[in-house]
């Protein structure tokens, strides 16, 4: 049958099983967005407030549901608002595609209105990005785009298509997507056997759990292998809920700001078994330092990933849930009791705490951990409170924190609160913020209540950039320079102005009515939670020293 590349675009994407796209409508891409308004039965379009936003609601979207996420935006300034939306995904390694439409194809490099080479932009920042000048090769480029953001390491792909080509005709046959299987044809033999001996020599074992692990779905085998080999569990900020944060095992979080039994264990195990983790420097602080009494075992499917930050001992390469999955009959049940005794005692004298007799940060996680039953998913923007969501929520299923952890994007979680709720309307969503991180998304409180998105916005508004106070405070002699906000903004009239509901929160005994008000609310909801300015996140590495000498406030003191 003949269609416009308009139609074939809206037929590709319900070849790929897509329901629900982000974005923003401009000149270019109108004749896509007129197919979209006729299949509006079939596709939902979600129309945000600015394209980032829409990114980072596709972003979102794929991360809570494990499928690809797709975003449209016109040309020029369109095109180029998604970019930090895009690299975020490429960072945390998130199944997204990128449609945005160009200027006809006799305007291309003339400088023509809204015209910007946005493939050429992204080229370093998705697995791979293309722009379309013939419609006989639209079908194909947009089936191809879908393949490569879902295989192997997923990540952002982004196709650019002309005006001319969205409105020429050309044949068009549906074609079934082929199933994508997980990466193993790198799985080796051998490489399982080196790695199984090493795990059933060790007499003090930790086991690391990163991104890779959510994205391959290995949490039954990741909790059958700590089960197996009695090993202390630590992740990183894009592992968490694959290991339990409420299992004895489980010590807390990596790196700069994880605990001290983690850090300490780390450095004092014999092996370290690294599961689906790129080894961020904010993760392994002094790469030197770093499990160097250790051998290290590295399960990753990106064998770009081995040996680029941390030497390892012993690599597999391959899907993470396929490498578990054949490692596991290798393993021998065993015992570490005295090494467990010794993390215990670690849990013991060094837990993480705050002044309790104020409202703070870590106050107001806990209560929504409580009120919520640890059920909820939690998008955060980066900061202070992306530190204390990590510590302080307890996650006991993957794709339930949903974080900006390479790229550390401000103003990225109320877009992928957006998008996973979504994705999944009878889940409770929180995004936790900053009043930083606010300023930079709050348009997108009007986005939610227009698409019938209630999700909750808890604001840590302390009237400063509270990370970067934190830093100027430890390490700049308390130069705070343009870090502080204190211009009375009310957050509160900003939410009602837009139609959501606003509440403040003054004092400790206001949170547990605020959250349970917001959680019967039928709209989306603002809490704006007023926290001291000075209060800092606790364990802290400087940057590039060893994780094992992180301090907290009794250190200071």
């Known amino acids: 049958m003949k269609l416009s590349g308009a139609e074939i675009v809206i037929e590709c994407l ?21 197919e979209l308004y006729k299949h509006r039965g079939e596709i939902r379009h979600v129309l945000t407030s600015h394209e980032q936003g829409a990114a980072h609601a596709a972003d979102g ?8 996420g797709v975003v449209m935006a016109t040309s020029g300034p369109g095109a180029t608002n998604l970019v930090t939306g895009i690299a ?22 003339r400088d023509s209105f809204q015209e ?33 953001a879902k295989s192997g390491r997923p990540g952002p792909v982004l196709v650019d298509i002309t005006k001319d080509v969205t409105a020429a005709v050309c044949d068009y046959e549906p074609v079934k997507p082929g199933r994508i299987l997980p990466r193993t044809e790198t799985i080796r033999a051998d490489d399982l056997k080196e790695a199984a001996d090493l795990i059933n020599k060790a007499q003090k074992p930790v086991i690391f759990v990163g ?83 250790a051998k290290i075992v590295q399960f990753e499917v990106d064998p770009a990933e081995v040996n680029k930050n941390v030497l390892v001992d012993c690599s597999v390469i391959g899907d993470l849930k396929e490498s578990l999955t054949r490692l596991l009959p290798e393993i021998t049940a065993v015992r570490h009791e005295e090494w467990n005794q010794k993390i215990a005692e670690s849990k013991a004298a060094h837990p993480l705490k705050y002044n309790q007799n104020v409202l703070t940060g870590p106050y107001i996680l806990e209560k929504l951990y409580r009120l919520t039953k640890g059920q909820a998913i939690i998008t955060t923007d980066v900061g202070q409170h992306q530190m204390w969501a990590a510590q302080y929520y307890r996650y006991t299923m993957p794709r339930t924190l949903l974080t900006s952890g390479g790229l550390g994007t401000m103003g990225y979680g109320f877009g ?19 009043d930083g991180c606010f300023r930079m998304n709050m348009n997108e409180v009007i986005s939610a209540l227009r698409n019938h998105l209630n999700v909750i916005e808890i604001v840590m508004n302390n009237e400063v950039l509270g990370m970067v106070r934190q830093w100027q405070h430890l390490f700049y ?16 009239k900003i939410a009602e102005g837009q139609g959501a509901l606003g509440i403040r929160v003054d004092q400790k005994d206001q949170v547990e009515a605020a959250i ?40 200071l003191a």
């Not at 007023?530 to 009794?554: C, H, L, S, W, Y």
């Open 14 to 34: 319900k070849e790929q099983g897509v329901d629900t796209v982000f974005g923003y409508p401009g000149g270019t891409i109108l004749n896509i967005y007129d």
């Open 61 to 68: 979207y794929a991360r809570s549901s494990g499928k690809v």
């Open 88 to 109: 975020t995904a490429m960072m945390d390694s998130v199944p997204l595609v990128a449609f945005t439409c160009n200027v006809g194809v006799s305007l291309l490099g």
């Open 116 to 148: 910007v080479d946005i493939a050429g932009v992204t080229m370093p920042i998705t697995k791979y990005s293309v722009i379309v000048k013939d419609i006989k090769k639209l079908a194909p480029a947009i089936r191809r785009a879908f393949r490569i």
């Open 211 to 293: 991104g890779g692990a959510v994205i391959s779905g290995a949490y039954e085998e990741v909790r059958e292998l700590a089960k197996r080999i009695d090993a202390p569990v630590c992740d990183s900020l894009m592992g968490k809920g694959v290991f339990p944060g409420t299992d004895d095992r489980y010590m807390g979080m990596l790196g700069m700001h994880g605990t001290k039994t983690a850090n300490r264990a780390v450095h004092e195990c014999d092996l370290l078994i690294a599961l689906g983790v790129r080894f961020s420097d904010r993760v392994t602080g002094q790469t030197s330092a770093f499990a160097n009494q």
């Open 416 to 434: 992928a609160a957006m998008g996973a709720k979504a994705a999944h309307p009878d889940q409770v969503v929180v995004n936790i913020g900053g």
């Open 477 to 492: 002699e308390e130069r705070y320079s343009n870090t502080v906000l204190d211009d009375g903004i009310d957050f509160v």
């Open 516 to 555: 349970k008000e917001a959680l019967a609310a039928d709209r989306p909801v603002v809490i704006d939670c007023r926290i001291g300015k000075d209060d800092m996140v606790f364990p802290m590495a400087p940057a590039g020293k060893p994780i094992e000498n992180a301090f907290d406030q009794d250190d």
